[in-house]
């Protein structure tokens, strides 16, 4: 009959699932139904509604969707003391391995590229009065980063001007910041992003924890790209352990060694210990320090961490930390666990509520069209059970 999982409401309380009714006296009946409980006895669509973190409707092929609980620090963390999943599971999602075997851009080479014949169409779009801009979206946004910048090179040899200046006189809004953006080196448009997020009233201390906290070494070349001091830019714009932690990541020093020490992993998940729940107050150089292994040792840091302490990493930042600081020590560990997640859920929260943030929104599309984004679409799918396609239709114009 009725299975006694701790946690279900007493008879009469809430809606019965689809299939059940209720007899005198608030008794079950053995009465099946395709409805009632599916994987792992988790509540569905039609039974009780998925509280508490538990997930909601099995996905395709077994795998729990995600909670749609968000929490303060918008990272879909179940509220409450103890609100992990059943298990002890941590409460942000690992990578399914079928999202690990490869990523895949949505932007891919175009066929038969003419830089030359490109350059002509921009030019044309650009010429007389008014602008095509649908011309020039046709173009930017089916060709690759390193094919632009062969649009680019072709133009000033053609006309003997800067593409990017006329497209800038030409364009306003939106719509030039994200075609400029598109011509931009991958890597230089980090580089311009993280000045521009520390101008006007107030730091974008989020859009500099996003490029920051999530880029390799590789791609943390500020100073080579851009000509600035990325650490003094900081150092002036921000403060405490906040300012400490984008220091230290602006370095572009973590250990991208591939292999995983089981000693090392123990080690560093000790060290957490010992600079946070076993110690009156914290450690920050202590956490600061050990966040930075390659991703899958840490992932490997977080699981030891998680045996030891009985409080997964993820909340035990959360205990020790605030702000900004908590932020981006979460934004390191999350893209341990699964980058893609991560990514989806900055897409989703872009657009969530009243207004756009329209630079979030344009950031990830641009830095991650040629990564993965077809993966980023199907986990933000996954996770919200809504397409980002749609989504970002109804919201921008």
Known sequence: GYPPFPGYPPAGQYPYPSGFRSMVGGAYLQVPSSSYPGAGGYPVPGGYPATGGYPGAPQPGGTPSYPRVPSDQGFGVPPG????????????????????????????????????RDAEILLKAMKGFGTDEQAIVDVVANRSNDQRQKIKAAFKTLYGKDSMKDLKSELSGNMEELILALFMPSTYYDAWSSPNAMQGAGTQERALIEIL?????????????????????????????????????????????????????????????????????????????????????????????????????????????????????????????????????????????????????????????????????????????????????????
């Open 213 to 397: 906290c999530t880029r390799t070494n590789q791609e943390i070349c500020y100073q080579s790209e851009f000509g600035r001091d990325l650490e003094k830019d900081i150092r002036s714009d921000t403060s405490g352990h906040f300012e400490c932690l984008l220091v230290s990541m602006c370095q572009g020093n973590r250990d991208e060694n591939q292999s995983v020490n089981n000693q090392m992993t123990q080690e560093d998940a000790q060290c957490l210990y010992q600079a946070g729940e076993r110690k009156l107050g914290t450690d920050e150089s202590g956490f600061n320090t050990r966040c930075f292994p390659l991703p899958q040792d840490l992932k490997a840091t977080m699981e030891a961490y998680s045996r030891m302490a009985n409080r997964d990493l993820l909340r035990s930042v959360g205990r020790e930390f605030s702000g900004y600081t908590e932020r981006g020590l979460k934004a390191i560990l999350q893209c341990a666990l699964n980058r893609l997640a991560f990514f989806a859920e900055r897409l989703y929260y872009s657009m969530k509520g009243a207004g756009t943030d329209n630079s979030t929104l344009m950031r990830i599309v641009v830095t991650r069209s040629e990564i993965d984004l077809v993966q980023i679409k199907q986990m933000f799918t996954q996770m919200y059970q809504k397409i980002l396609d749609t989504m970002i239709s109804s919201d921008t114009s």
């Open 81 to 116: 003391e103890g609100g992990q999943y059943p298990g002890g599971q941590a409460p942000y999602p690992s990578q399914p391995a079928t999202m690990t075997q490869g990523t895949q851009g949505i932007v891919r080479p175009a066929a038969n590229f003419d830089a030359i």
